[in-house]
């Protein structure tokens, strides 16, 4: 048992092994891939016609170029060859007139040169398949010292073999040794690639477009916002998935305005018998048994907006560039007329693109909530290229680290937290997240440089 548990031990372990480097590979593989729709698209594409075009090549080059160049080389020899042989046979040819006939039927120059030592070999061109060919069908057919020149003249091949009695040099085209059409396949091969890629990709930005589209408008929706010019356009999905994001869109806000009209409806009759039990309360006069009804019925009526503030939300206003500079003065102001002291700082372009009343609801409720409880209070604000960030600190008690999340509850109510006071009704937080996280935002609570609660807004510009 002990040989098969370290038999099974060493497999596990090994395909732990093989697991994680498979892992990695992954990871590689996915980091190294672009994110994005149209990159990826444009991937699918080139690869497999890239792969597709170098085994076309391939095989052509294998095939067709090596092979032809071979046999046209070996054809052009062995017309050398029988050239030799015919000098060889008729030694009373002096001037050599039978075999300069021959080789000009053969469309070869002959020339014959005194004997002596053939040229210095001169350098070979990088990958050339002529030269290559050339050298060992001479060195098969002919077997005599030789010397080629591929290089020198564009369009001819020099050739020279050493004789017996003299030296004899051939000229032939390059085209009737080499198959030279090659470079006019590549050229068309691609060309017309090129051509396809570029049609490929105007065609593929076109589709992508709509998606982007799409995008853009759920990305507006999310912060608040209108997409005026949005409307269903490209393939059929992405139509399809446009037409669904609409409906989607169109029955949100049949609700929010269902239940806007309905919290209107209650907000005029509450405030009809409020305003009753006022007119009443005027016409029994002076007595601490008034002032403290009339002090409930002023409670009631702060606790009746706040309800409808929060149950309302945002609904109906516009977002539009708002000086964020000005409406943290604004706030900032406010802060000292209450007897707190206050600081702002601004970093960055100022105007951002929010509801400008719901926003400085938002951030009011937050100063408010921070006055309550302490005395000095900071507001910072930040704009980069993707967020607008505002921070509020103070030097008041905090709250509890586990509890910083139940503050946002609507109507909680802490016995020693910050957001509970005299006729409070445990909104003010809930209101505020709710416009942060309309705007597409949100609000984070941590530990402030100044002792107390840092509140942090942070929206997308």
Request: hydrophobic share 45%; with cysteine; aromatic share 6%.
């Amino acid at each position: 048992m002990s040989t098969i548990d370290t038999g099974l031990s060493l497999i596990r372990n090994a395909s732990q092994r093989v697991s994680r480097a498979n892992g990695w590979m992954g990871n590689a593989f996915k980091s190294w891939m672009p994110t994005g729709l149209y990159a990826r698209a444009l991937l699918i594409m080139i690869v497999p016609m890239v792969v597709l075009q170098t085994v076309v090549a391939f095989v052509f080059m294998e095939r067709h170029w090596n092979t032809v160049t071979r046999r046209l080389s070996a054809a052009v020899v062995q017309d050398i060859a029988a050239l030799i042989d015919v000098y060889k046979t008729y030694p009373q040819d002096k001037d050599r007139a039978q075999v300069r006939r021959i080789a000009q039927r053969l469309q070869l120059v002959v020339d014959f040169l005194p004997p002596g030592d053939m040229p210095q070999p001169g350098p070979k061109p990088f990958f050339s398949l002529l030269d290559q060919t050339l050298s060992v069908q001479l060195g098969r057919q002919i077997g005599r010292p030789f010397w080629i020149d591929t290089v020198g003249r564009s369009n001819l091949v020099e050739i020279r073999v050493q004789l017996d009695d003299a030296i004899m040099r051939i000229f032939a085209l390059r085209s009737a040794a080499y198959a030279s059409n090659s470079e006019i396949f590549i050229f068309w091969m691609l060309g017309t690639s090129t051509i396809l890629l570029i049609v490929a990709v105007l065609f593929l930005r076109n589709q992508i477009k709509p998606i982007l589209r799409l995008a853009d408008a759920a990305e507006s929706f999310g912060k608040g916002r209108e997409a005026p010019n949005f409307r269903p356009r490209g393939a059929r999905e992405v139509r399809r998935a446009a037409q669904a994001f609409m409906e989607m869109k169109a029955r949100i806000e049949r609700t929010i305005e269902q239940r806007t009209a309905m919290l209107a409806g209650v907000s005029h009759d509450l405030r009809t018998i409020l305003t009753r039990f006022k007119l009443e309360l005027a016409l029994l006069g002076e007595g601490p048994e008034i002032d403290a009804m009339r002090k409930d019925v002023d409670e009631m009526s702060m606790m009746l907006e706040d309800y409808l503030a929060f149950a309302r939300g945002d609904s109906g206003e516009v977002a539009q560039p708002t000086d964020m500079t000005m409406a943290l003065e604004e706030l900032r102001n406010d802060a000292e007329r209450h007897g707190h002291t206050a600081t702002v700082a601004f970093h960055g372009l100022p105007v951002v693109t929010v509801k400008p009343a719901s926003f400085k609801r938002c951030l009011g409720n937050l100063v408010s909530n921070a006055a309550r409880h302490a005395n000095s209070i900071s507001i910072t604000g930040h704009r980069d290229h993707r967020y607008l960030t505002v921070t509020i600190d103070d030097d008041g008690p905090g709250i509890p680290v586990d509890m910083r999340e139940e503050v946002f509850k609507p109507f909680l109510r802490l016995d020693d937290a910050r957001n509970q006071d005299e006729g409070g009704t445990g909104l003010g937080l809930a209101i505020a997240r709710d416009i942060a996280r309309s705007h597409g935002g949100d609000i984070m609570l941590g530990d402030s440089p100044m002792g107390g609660l840092r509140a942090t807004v942070r929206v997308p510009v």
